[in-house]
């Protein structure tokens, strides 16, 4: 049997990341959809400001903090929050990081630190949720990439190179959860208003607001598709240039975020 959709009757609803950003209106939205919320994040206040955020919703939000990049956290969350909440039936692996990358100076650390955030911090939690849910053959797993995931673009050498591992991470676990009734997605988000993208010094086109963008994520978890990805409009263009011959698409990409205009670089 395939893999099913969670529901909040199910179990709780654990978000890495939720103490700003994408991750917070996904909290909040799915806890005005009913369901209990494990907000986990490095920052105590803005997880209970978040949990205050949802007082009369028809959920709750239960705040766990963690810092990602250490496993042990994550274990000991999991177990804890198990025990005394109820079991983990979907999880949106959301916590990440940009840090603009450049060939000179090449800076080594936030290559890994990127990479130990977004990279690691999904292992670990995979890794402290998957003993837990896969002995109940259920649950959702999903994670959040980015279309900067797609192919190269400029200073994105770390995150991009983080968000195609999560991609192709997703994608090869998405065949085991079909076995064992897990649910695998991949989040795909353009460019979103975030304190994130609210220091980005280059054009974002399409950029959209966090709360539609945090309902077309809570919509797409509902269905069984493969990947979630909007707006549209940019996202698919992106997929259309990321089938081009390599000869084609890096001019395209330096000329059209005038990357081969050394006065616009950042
Ligand atoms: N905004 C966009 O345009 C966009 C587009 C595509 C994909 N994304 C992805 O969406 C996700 C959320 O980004 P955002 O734009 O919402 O950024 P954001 O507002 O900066 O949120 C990032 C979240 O990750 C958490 N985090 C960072 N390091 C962590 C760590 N070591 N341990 C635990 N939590 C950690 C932060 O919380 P603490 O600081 O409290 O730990 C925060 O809650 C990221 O994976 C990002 O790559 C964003």
């Known amino acids: 049997m395939k893999p099913a959709v969670s529901k909040p009757e199910d179990g709780l609803f654990w978000i890495t990341g939720a103490s700003s950003g994408i991750g917070y209106a996904v909290a909040l939205e799915a806890a005005r959809r009913g369901w209990r919320v494990v ?5 105590p206040d803005e997880l209970a400001t978040l949990a205050a955020a949802a007082t009369g919703f028809p959920g709750r ?10 496993a042990a956290a994550l274990a ?13 039936t979907r999880a ?6 940009y840090l603009p990358v450049r060939l000179f100076p090449f800076e080594a650390g936030k290559m890994h630190r990127s990479f130990a955030v977004n990279v690691g911090g999904t292992i670990n939690a995979l890794d402290a949720l998957v003993p837990h849910m896969v002995p109940r053959g259920r649950g959702q797993i999903v994670f959040n990439a980015s279309v900067a995931g797609y192919s ?7 995150y991009g190179a983080t968000k195609a591992a999560l991609i192709n991470m997703a994608e090869s676990l998405r065949l085991d959860g079909e ?5 695998i997605q ?9 304190p994130a993208t609210d220091t980005n010094p280059f054009p974002m086109p399409f950029l959209m607001d966090v709360e539609p963008a ?13 990947e979630i990805t909007f707006p549209r409009r940019f996202t698919y263009f992106l997929k259309f240039l990321r089938m081009l011959p390599r000869s084609w698409y890096l001019p395209l990409v330096s000329w059209s975020t005038g990357w081969n205009d050394k006065g616009k670089q950042p």
């Open 92 to 97: 949106f692996l959301n916590a990440g990081i």
């Open 186 to 194: 991949v989040v795909n988000p353009g460019f979103i208003r975030t």
């Open 152 to 158: 190269g673009l400029p200073t994105s050498a770390g």
């Open 39 to 43: 907000a986990t994040a490095r920052r």
């Open 61 to 70: 939000i239960i705040p766990a903090p963690a810092d990602v990049t250490d």
């Open 76 to 88: 000991d969350l999991v177990r804890q929050v198990e025990a005394e909440h109820g079991p983990i």
């Open 179 to 183: 076995l064992s009734g897990i649910l």
């Open 214 to 226: 945090a309902i077309r994520v809570l919509d797409g978890m509902e269905s069984r598709a493969f």
